[in-house]
């Protein structure tokens, strides 16, 4: 390996390659320290959009396909109709892909017999079970989405017909880089401190050595009872709070106030927290000294754990020990936090 000729330099020194490894410190990278190419994000609108025919409207982007070591900057200017899927298969349906490419030749090896910028398609097989085509041995090429034609098929706007806005997004380094869903998040080998954005949770994450986090942190979720409730001796849920964390450090608070009713003795109340069913930390117990069935007591505790990225639920349980009604929960509060 060996430096690339600068651009600005001498005139006419750097070719089209140089330039594009140079620019490859713009896009943002995976671990392998590869550019990433995709969609820079203007909207969440579908770029590609049915017709009364056989053709696509693909609307305006901006892109970067990657070639030769770095990216190529491409954008579609309007909406173009240039794309012609080939007629319904005879039976059954197939997948096709659309895809977007700067062809290149003459230069550095290239040899694509073109330099004109391209939207093409590649058709897949009729099948009961149709399987996606790959566009992977077409250099540069970028995937923009994917149409399934069943055989009824006369347009793409015809029923059955379904296109998926199947293309990646792209960002500049340091940038905010978009995903649709945390599957898609996790699936790329992102380097520690890229930050990302999750269209379905509408969360931002930043990426720590070991996992995603919530870059923003901040409560996920919180549950109050402001009835009173009588724990028996066995373990009873007080708060339940449903949320979706994205990877990081959670830390469950709470607070209750509670008394003894008047039971004859003083009791003890057992608290925990936990997530998805099981323990976070240790059980804390307290006392309920005799009172006059009255006077409340305070208690607050805090958990932590870090639960995968997803649906969790985190529950505040208590219980009276050794007599069963002994003691009632007046208040409580449950509230998880993301850091």
């Known amino acids: 390996m060996a430096l690339t000729d600068a651009f600005p330099g001498a005139p006419g020194v750097a070719d089209s390659v140089d330039l594009r490894k140079g620019l490859a410190g713009l896009i943002v990278r995976d671990t392998a320290g590869n550019a990433r190419p995709g969609i820079f994000p203007r909207h969440t609108n579908a770029l590609v959009t049915a ?140 380097p520690i401190g890229l930050h990302c954005f999750v269209l379905s949770d509408g969360v931002e994450h930043s990426r720590g050595a070991l996992a995603w986090r919530n870059a923003s942190g901040g409560r996920i979720g919180v549950n109050r009872r402001l009835t009173e409730l009588v724990l028996s001796d066995a373990w009873t849920d007080v708060c339940t709070v449903s949320a979706v964390s994205s990877g990081g450090p959670c830390s469950a608070d709470w607070t209750m106030l509670f008394i003894n009713g008047n039971s004859g003795a003083d009791r003890t109340l057992n608290t925990r927290i936990v997530c998805d069913g099981v323990l976070i930390g240790v059980e804390v117990p307290y006392n309920a000294p005799l009172t006059n069935g009255t006077t409340g007591l ?32 007046k208040r409580a509060a449950l509230t998880v936090t993301e850091h």
């Open 51 to 190: 017709r009364a025919d056989m053709m696509l409207d693909i609307a305006a982007f901006e892109g970067a396909a990657v070639r030769g070591g770095g990216p190529l900057f491409i954008a579609n200017a309007g909406i173009d109709q240039s794309p012609v899927l080939a007629n319904a298969p005879a039976a059954n349906s197939r997948i096709d892909v659309l895809y977007f490419k700067q062809n290149e030749n003459g230069y550095n090896g290239f040899a694509d017999g073109t330099i004109t910028p391209i939207f093409g398609i590649v058709t897949g097989a009729a099948s009961g079970i149709p399987a996606k085509p790959s566009i992977a041995g077409i250099a540069g090429a970028v995937e923009l989405a994917t149409i399934t034609v069943p055989s009824t098929a006369t347009a793409t706007n015809s029923g059955g017909v379904v296109i998926t806005q199947s293309y990646q997004f792209t960002s500049t380094s340091g940038g905010l880089l978009w995903f649709r869903t945390s599957t898609e998040r996790d699936a790329f080998a992102a």
């Open 298 to 329: 305070g208690a607050a505790f805090s958990a932590e754990s870090t639960p995968s990225a997803g649906a969790h639920v985190w529950k505040l349980q208590a219980a009276g020990v050794g007599t069963a009604n002994a003691v009632l929960s």
